[in-house]
């Protein structure tokens, strides 16, 4: 079994291709959930040629609204003009961009090896240990290991494994995060429209 090579895996991290006066910024959308609301915020990416890193998207902790957690490279000004063209679509609520310092941050992925050569090769376990992964199921043919981190962190342990030729497949999940605010934002603008409504 031939090792994989890193190009089928990831290209070289994002911060090596931004262009001058770039920076990575993380978009938070709140939407109705409804169909097509991912079509038309994709869209607006699309339409101004900002590739998209990364995009989770999952039900947030307020009932019937939808989270999209979105990165990409760009300047502020750009992204500025991102967010106003995100909020002009009708069913979204709120969108909201956060540079790293101003949020907490974690992606997951998992990795498929091969249990002969980690059984062959104890530099196996080491590294996985080293780099606070663990092993979620081993069987005759793989063992799948889980890491929890930043996208560097992924990113070593994969190199470091990969080297070794024992990695058969790599899965990484999108970006997920929360604000370092005491208070979610989106509530106080849904309280905000309610009082309204009330008037």
């Known amino acids: 079994m031939q090792k994989i090579a890193d190009t089928q895996i990831h290209s070289l991290p994002s911060s090596t291709r931004r262009a001058e006066g770039e920076s990575l910024y993380t978009i938070l959308v709140f939407s109705e959930n409804l169909a097509g609301i991912l079509n038309q915020v994709t869209a607006v990416f699309t339409r101004r040629q900002v590739n998209i ?106 190199d470091a494994l990969n080297r070794l030729g024992v990695v058969r497949q790599f899965a990484r999940s999108g970006r997920i995060c929360i604000t370092r605010g005491t208070r979610e934002q989106l509530d106080d603008y849904l309280a905000e429209r309610e009082k309204e409504k009330m008037q």
Not at 96 to 105: H, V
Not at 129 to 145: D, K, L, M
């Open 53 to 158: 890193e990364s995009l989770n998207v999952s039900a947030s902790s307020t009932p019937g609204v939808h989270k999209y957690t979105i990165t990409c490279y760009c300047t502020e000004e750009m992204v500025k003009m991102l967010k106003k063209q995100i909020e002009k679509r009708i069913d979204v609520l709120q969108a909201r961009y956060y540079t790293d310092d101003e949020i907490f941050l974690q992606e997951t992925s998992l990795l498929k090896i091969s249990t002969p050569v980690m059984l062959e090769n104890p530099d196996v376990c080491h590294i996985v240990r080293q780099h606070g992964a663990r092993i979620v199921e081993v069987n005759p043919t793989y063992a799948a290991v889980e890491k929890t981190g930043s996208t560097e962190d992924i990113l070593s342990l994969f």
